[in-house]
T-cell receptor, first 118, second 112 residues
Framework: GAVVSQHPSWVICKSGTSVKIECRSL??????MFWYRQFPKQSLMLMAT?????????EQGVEKDKFLINHASLTLSTLTVTSAHPEDSSFYIC??????????????FGNGTRLTVT | GQQVMQIPQYQHVQEGEDFTTYCNSS?????IQWYKQRPGGHPVFLIQ?????EVKKQKRLTFQFGEAKKNSSLHITATQTTDVGTYFC????????????FGKGTKLSVKP
């Protein structure tokens, strides 16, 4: 159990366009979903936390108007990178938790989305 | 701010050798989690440690939580090529109930 599906796996887009990434928990209801960004050979940086039906909580330094998060249901969260620029190129990974916070509950990660902005 | 530091950053071993990665926090942690990320893959949860001095084993993997709950280690006995990947530790931000912050990971390569 605890399968998280992320789509697309990779995307190439032109500078200035927007890209939407979907994260779905397939076999459980995710109270909370987390969006991470991972640079090459680096760790996972938490971007934002989203709860179903409420506004996402963004980490310091993450532009909420650029990285739009919508958590429409207990099984779906989306991240939209608006007006993408080459510096937004990265590996974006979502994770889902049955708990409101990740501190005491295992995180189940999606397969990630490799975004390349040209 | 709070940091979760992990060493070494890279480790290259011959198949059959042991491997250990260490994780240190600047604050006391309520728990610590370990994840493994295979090349090109996503992190997969391995284990969570909660108690001071706790030791847990998963086959050839031994996880330990320090007495002061500020450090942890993962030890792999007799590595195999299937152990290749990056191992991350993660602890709650603020030490207690904050969201997880991840260490930079230790990338393990195993030479057959």
């Amino acid at each position: 159990g605890a399968v998280v599906s992320q789509h697309p796996s990779w995307v190439i887009c032109k500078s200035g366009t927007s890209v939407k990434i979907e994260c779905r928990s397939l076999d459980f209801q995710a109270t909370t979903m987390f969006w991470y960004r991972q640079f090459p050979k680096q760790s996972l940086m938490l971007m934002a936390t989203s709860n179903e039906g409420s506004k996402a909580t963004y980490e310091q330094g993450v532009e909420k108007d650029k990285f739009l998060i919508n958590h429409a249901s207990l099984t779906l969260s989306t991240l939209t990178v608006t007006s993408a620029h080459p510096e937004d190129s990265s590996f974006y990974i979502c994770s889902a938790s049955r708990s409101p916070s990740s501190y005491n509950s295992p995180l189940h990660f999606g397969n990630g989305t490799r975004l390349t902005v040209t | 701010g709070q940091q979760v530091m992990q060493i070494p950053q890279y480790q290259h071993v011959q198949e059959g050798e042991d491997f250990t990665t260490y994780c240190n926090s600047s604050t006391t942690l309520s728990n610590i989690q370990w994840y493994k990320q295979r090349p090109g893959g996503h992190p997969v949860f391995l284990i969570q440690l909660v108690k001071s001095g706790e030791v847990k084993k998963q086959k050839r993997l031994t996880f330990q939580f320090g007495e002061a709950k500020k450090n942890s280690s993962l030890h792999i006995t007799a590595t195999q090529t299937t152990d290749v990947g990056t191992y991350f530790c993660a602890g709650p931000y603020g030490g207690s109930q904050g969201n997880l912050i991840f260490g930079k990971g230790t990338k393990l390569s195993v030479k057959p």
